[in-house]
């Protein structure tokens, strides 16, 4: 069986074709600058890189775009579109509506489009890639893959907000949660490392990467993540300040001559580490500039840090216990500094690294950074969010 999964932003389409019957990616790509000067399709395949420079005005064009690469003779995989058992599109927001994913109707869609307010970075783009598709392969069956969706076990006390009541129910406000596919994804692949049986296991999944969020995953199951009604809250990230007073807005709006909108701009792009340093979003550089002494890029760090250590520790809480603590994505696979001042003064919840076995670098598969006689697992497994896209697609097809 063959899946193409598609993830689509405002002006990106990426995707990968699966051979299920393998798990394995025959070939990805992506496109990017639909819509704008300079559009290219950059298509990866045993044979090398093909890059197809031209005019793609919307996600239809790139979509089809992506098909005829998909069939050219030289560095497509496929005779035909018909070889394509299905699509699974990856889909920011469930809204509550969906606890797991779904095929697509035009029921569903019309949720998904309902649901668009509660996600306006992601949403209409993921809509414009699922229209498109529709649109070049109307035969072929599709499912939506929603990041929130892993969250949807989370108790009310977890996703709700001491808000009005009333509000909560007539415009949905709570926490939604995010990255759920590679929270779900790791934990799983956590508990079949520890044996294979969720019931009983008490697991903290740390996506760390240009956005971060960490869950509490008990029995299998989420039950908090740190991530809120929008991706903006829980630790620091890149460009996004994590969790702040709420009452900083009203007083940055008149400091500065700021709308509502602006103010939310703000905290989406210009705070986080970068903010903080002045340095950098991305961890490389800031990893780098603290080793040579600029302490802004050090108190970014460090903030970062704690953030994730705090989450750690209130995670731990709400499970009663820890028994696995898994770190994924960029910095969670890659910035082992990060990995081990996160790991550093917690042995009080039994959390231990094997220093050494920290430093090694990333190779792909799971890497146990456990210190001998720690309490907790420590594991760091490389994320595939596209895997899960494709499991999920696969298994509602069946
Ligand atoms: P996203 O998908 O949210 O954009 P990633 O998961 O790719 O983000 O993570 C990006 C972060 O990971 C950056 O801060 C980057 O510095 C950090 N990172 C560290 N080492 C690497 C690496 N070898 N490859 C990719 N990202 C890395």
Redesign the pocket.
């Known amino acids: 069986m063959k899946i193409l999964v598609v993830n689509a932003g405002s002006s990106s389409l990426k995707y990968q074709l699966f051979d299920m019957d393998t798990e394995s990616v025959i070939v990805k790509g992506g496109v990017e600058r639909i819509g704008i000067r300079g559009s290219v399709l950059k298509h990866k395949s045993g044979k090398g890189e093909k890059v197809i420079e031209k005019d793609m005005p919307n996600h239809k064009v790139a979509m089809q775009a992506v098909l005829d690469v998909l069939v050219d003779p030289e560095y497509g995989a496929i005779r035909s579109m018909s070889e394509i058992d299905a699509v699974g599109h990856r889909v920011l927001h469930s809204g509550g509506d969906f606890d797991s994913s779904v095929l697509l109707t035009d029921e569903v869609l019309q949720i998904c489009k309902k649901n668009a307010e509660l996600g306006p970075l992601h949403m209409p783009a993921n809509i414009l890639g699922i229209e498109a598709c529709k649109e070049v392969m109307p035969d072929t069956p599709m499912a939506l893959v929603f990041d929130t969706a892993f969250h949807s076990t989370m108790p009310p006390h977890a996703y709700m907000y001491a808000i009005d009541y009333d509000d909560y129910k007539n415009y949905k406000i709570r926490k939604y949660g995010f990255h759920g596919t590679s929270h779900k994804y790791v934990s799983q692949e956590a508990i079949k490392y520890l044996g294979g049986k969720a019931e009983g296991t008490k697991i903290i999944t740390c996506?760390?990467?240009?956005?971060?969020s960490i869950s509490a995953v008990k029995d299998g199951k989420c039950v908090d993540t740190s991530m809120g009604f929008t991706p903006l809250a829980g630790v620091p990230m890149?460009t996004r300040s994590g969790d702040i007073d709420p009452a900083v807005l009203e007083f940055l709006a008149a400091k500065k001559n700021y709308s509502i909108l602006d103010c939310i701009e703000y905290l989406n792009k210009k705070c986080g580490v970068a903010g903080v340093s002045g340095v950098s979003?991305?961890?490389?550089?800031?990893t780098k500039a603290a080793a040579e002494g600029n302490g802004r890029a050090q108190l970014a760090i460090d903030l970062f840090v704690y953030g994730c250590k705090k989450y750690i520790g209130a995670y731990a809480a709400a499970m009663n216990g820890v028994d696995c603590l898994v770190f994924t994505?960029?910095?969670?696979?890659?910035?082992w500094p990060v990995r081990k001042a996160i790991c550093t003064d917690m042995d009080f919840l039994g959390i231990a690294i094997d220093e050494a076995r920290n430093e090694m670098k990333?190779d792909g598969n799971i890497h146990d950074i456990t210190a001998p006689g720690s309490r907790v697992k420590v594991l760091v497994i490389p994320?595939n969010e596209e895997l899960v896209i494709a499991r999920e697609t696969k298994d509602l097809l069946n």
């Not at 979003?281 to 800031?286: E, G, I, K, P, V």
């Open positions: 996506h760390l990467g240009g956005g971060s890149g979003s991305d961890f490389r550089d800031l994505a960029g910095i969670g696979e890659n910035t990333n994320t």
